[in-house]
Nanobody
């Protein structure tokens, strides 16, 4: 099992940017697909972005494509999510998730390891 800790959330105005980090411990993540999900108040947790073990493949939800970028640094055991051109509807708790030896996907039930989340609030 890998432990995940997200950071980098905060309050930002619409149009602004944030960079989220997900630091892993307990195991090297170079065999893990990694993903970001988010959950807004009163809504289900939804897929945001995913990245393959070596960064060679990425996937994005349509709602964030062209604005968010997922990346990883296996040497630092860390995954990142760059959030640009933020909108009020991006307000949510953002969670990092990991799954081993399986290609990245969009289904949250297929990720056994999760962080505690970091709050992103976008004001209009």
């Amino acid at each position: 099992q890998v432990q995940l800790v997200e950071s980098g959330g905060g309050l930002v105005q619409a149009g602004g940017s944030l960079r989220l980090s997900c630091a892993a411990s307990g195991r090297a993540i170079n065999s893990y697909s990694m993903a970001w999900f988010r959950q807004a108040p009163g809504k289900e947790r939804e897929f945001v972005a995913a990245i393959s073990w070596n960064g060679g493949s990425t996937d994005y939800a349509d709602s964030v494509k062209g604005r968010f970028t997922i990346s990883r640094d296996n040497a630092k055991n860390t995954v990142y999510l760059q959030l640009n051109s933020l909108k009020p509807e991006d307000t949510a708790v953002y969670y990092c998730a990991a799954r081993r030896f399986i290609a990245p996907g969009r289904t949250k039930s297929e990720y056994p390891d999760w962080g505690q989340g970091t709050q992103v609030t976008v004001s209009s």
